[in-house]
């Protein structure tokens, strides 16, 4: 059964850059048939989809946060890794990975599951 | 662009249809098969209910129905049980590989 997790800090100091991995187990992060997601949700608020990479390292972002985001992908070690610059107290999430799988007509399917159980990163001084 | 719009709370009693929408453009929800529903407890990762508008994954029951119409789409929850009480949210394929998400749905099973 495949399973995520994600790792990283809790605690961000604003303007800096939060770094999050999400860590793949029960199956192979180098499958061709899947794309590996980012989706946060500010507490009491909704989701945002934050980002999406393909084991080969394309990527796809969110347009409204593209100019801080970068991910990358460790097929040896399945793993992949959110980074967001330039951080503020409204960055504040739960932030969940998750799979997509591959869209028949090209590109990444928009639905996500499974789930990572999530983790909350506070932006404060 | 914008989210997708969901009404923000919807209910009803045990046994009970309800239906909650999600609201879209031709370049989201219109232009695309591909709208998902997620359902989230207290404290809990969202759990995929349907995708591609009407397809169910294994092990969701089918008292959860989707289904589109122009631009709205639209999620069905039949024979109301007391443990449907989530919110509700919806997502879709946008333009130039872009994902969006609607507000969510508050259900209350009366």
């Known amino acids: 059964q495949l399973q995520l997790q994600e790792s990283g800090p809790g605690l961000v100091k604003p303007s800096e850059t939060l770094s999050l991995t999400c860590t793949v187990s029960?199956?192979?992060?180098?499958?061709?048939?899947?794309?590996w997601g980012w989706i946060r949700q500010p507490p009491g608020k909704g989701l945002e989809w934050i980002g999406t990479?393909?084991?080969?390292?394309?990527?796809y972002y969110n347009p409204s946060l593209k100019s801080r985001v970068s991910m990358s992908i460790d097929t040896s070690k399945n793993k992949f890794t959110l980074r967001l610059s330039s951080v503020t107290a409204t960055d504040t999430a739960v932030f969940y990975c998750?799979?997509?799988?591959?869209?028949?007509?090209?590109?990444?399917?928009?639905?996500?599951?499974?789930w990572g159980q999530g983790t909350l990163v506070t932006v404060s001084s | 662009q914008s989210a997708l719009t969901q009404p923000p709370s919807a209910s009803g009693s045990p046994g009970q249809s309800v239906t909650i929408s999600c609201t879209g453009t031709?370049?989201?929800?219109?232009?695309?098969?591909?709208v998902s529903w997620y359902q989230q407890h207290p404290g809990k990762a969202p759990k995929l209910m349907i995708y591609?508008?009407?397809k169910r994954p294994s092990g969701v029951p089918d008292r959860f129905a989707g289904s589109k119409s122009g631009n709205t789409a639209s999620l069905t929850v039949s024979g109301l049980q007391a443990e449907d009480e989530a919110d509700y949210y919806c997502?879709?394929?946008?333009?130039?590989?872009?994902?969006?998400f609607g507000g969510g749905t508050k259900l209350t099973v009366l």
């Open positions: 998750a799979r997509q799988p591959e869209s028949p007509y090209g590109g990444f399917d928009p639905q996500f599951d499974p």
């Open positions: 029960g199956g192979s992060i180098r499958s061709s048939s899947y794309y």
């Open positions: 990479i393909y084991y080969s390292g394309s990527t």
């Open positions: 031709s370049s989201d929800v219109g232009g695309y098969k591909f």
């Open positions: 591609e508008v009407s």
């Open positions: 997502s879709s394929y946008a333009a130039s590989h872009n994902v969006l």
